[in-house]
């Protein structure tokens, strides 16, 4: 079983910026980071294929949300930039272990237990 931990939630200001992190206790071939609103549905955010390095965001983040991983640590951040009041949620790591890889809550194999994002206007 994989262990995901996230740390680095908190409030900030809007156009301000936060630096998510997820230890993984393992690799698998996708790491992925999600976030769910109250009563919204938990969304796609990001996501990295551990072997090539090779990344892919929701068009809501895109150019703003930087995914980046380090082997050799077993980690993997989410940099946030210019935050905006919509992007308040909890954040949640997950793990999908096979390729393809995808942004479908549907094919996660194992998620962390979430760290909370909160931006003010």
């Known amino acids: 079983q994989v262990q995901l931990v996230e740390s680095g939630g908190g409030s900030v200001q809007a156009g301000g910026s936060l630096r998510l992190s997820c230890a993984a206790s393992?690799?698998?071939?996708?790491m992925n980071w999600f976030r769910q609103a109250p009563g919204k549905e938990r969304e796609g955010v990001a996501g990295i294929w551990t072997v090539s390095g090779g990344t892919y965001y929701a068009d809501s983040v895109k150019g703003r949300f930087t995914i980046s991983q380090d082997n050799a640590k077993k980690t993997f951040d989410l940099q946030m930039n210019s935050l905006k009041a919509e992007d308040t949620a909890m954040y949640y790591c997950a793990a999908q272990a096979q390729w393809p890889c995808t942004l479908r809550v549907g094919d996660v194999t194992y998620w962390g237990q979430g760290t909370q994002v909160t931006v003010s206007s």
């Open positions: 393992s690799n698998t071939g996708c």
